[in-house]
């Protein structure tokens, strides 16, 4: 079945510095790819997206590429912030029109200032 | 984006007692809405698909009998823990998709549920 690999954390980094979180997928089809931010206590909030191949996604200086040909969605950012600490998922979601997301395991981020 | 609320954000109930835990979407209708529940330090693993109107779709594994879930309204889905133990103490979260333009998914705050 379906499924998303992210990789293990914790990941820690200094305030400024650069940010990649690698994301790859296994799906039939062509799905949509995510990546969610879960804060301390609370829900998961979208953090950006893309649904077909070559799109990038950004928000809040964050970016990540669907890359069909490595089945990646790795996510960037040039300069994290002591806020940018949370936990990290990448999903996906089929082309069946369930709505249904597949995650990842999560990959917790911890900026120090 | 959407608001997805979800009620109470924290409970603590007792071993044996059931416990409800509400999710509405705010300001769009959500024919679908889902039930994850998260394990600390792990991911999200969806329990069932709430479809309104309908009976949910529980994913393999999860006992149907144990985590009621109903969806009455376009705005409202509830999972209630029935019999709760121990076990069942975990962070639960939903999330409503909205079946206009984006078919995003949008999540609420969770509910952290302890039981002793």
């Known amino acids: 079945g379906d499924s998303v690999t992210q990789m293990e954390g914790p990941v820690t980094l200094s305030e400024e510095a650069f940010l990649t979180i690698n994301c790859t997928y296994t799906a039939t089809g062509y799905p949509s790819l995510f990546w969610y931010v879960q804060y301390p206590g609370e829900g998961l909030q979208l953090l950006l997206k893309?649904?077909?191949?070559?799109d990038k996604g950004s928000n809040k200086g964050f970016e990540a590429t669907y890359r069909k040909e490595t089945t990646s969605f790795h996510l960037e950012k040039g300069s994290v912030q002591v806020s940018d600490s949370a936990v990290y998922f990448c999903?996906?979601?089929?082309?069946?029109?369930?709505?249904?997301?597949?995650f990842g395991q999560g990959t917790t981020l911890q900026v120090k200032p | 984006g959407a608001v997805v609320s979800q009620h109470p954000s924290r409970v603590i109930c007792k071993s044996g007692t059931s416990v409800k835990i509400e999710c509405r979407s705010l300001?769009?209708?959500?024919?679908?809405m889902f039930w994850y529940r998260q394990f600390p330090k792990q991911s999200l693993m969806l329990m069932a698909t709430?479809?309104?109107?309908?009976?949910?779709?529980?994913e393999q594994g999860v006992e149907k009998d144990k985590f009621l879930i109903n969806h009455a309204s376009l705005t409202l889905s509830t999972l209630t823990v029935t019999s709760a133990h121990p076990e069942d103490s975990s962070f639960y979260i939903c999330?409503?998709?909205?079946?206009?333009?984006?078919?995003?998914?949008?999540f609420g705050q969770g509910t952290r549920l302890t039981v002793v």
């Open positions: 893309a649904t077909k191949a070559d």
């Open positions: 709430s479809n309104e109107g309908s009976k949910a779709t529980y």
């Open positions: 999903a996906l979601s089929d082309r069946s029109n369930t709505g249904k997301l597949i």
């Open positions: 999330s409503a998709r909205d079946m206009g333009l984006t078919g995003e998914a949008f």
């Open positions: 300001d769009f209708q959500a024919t679908t």
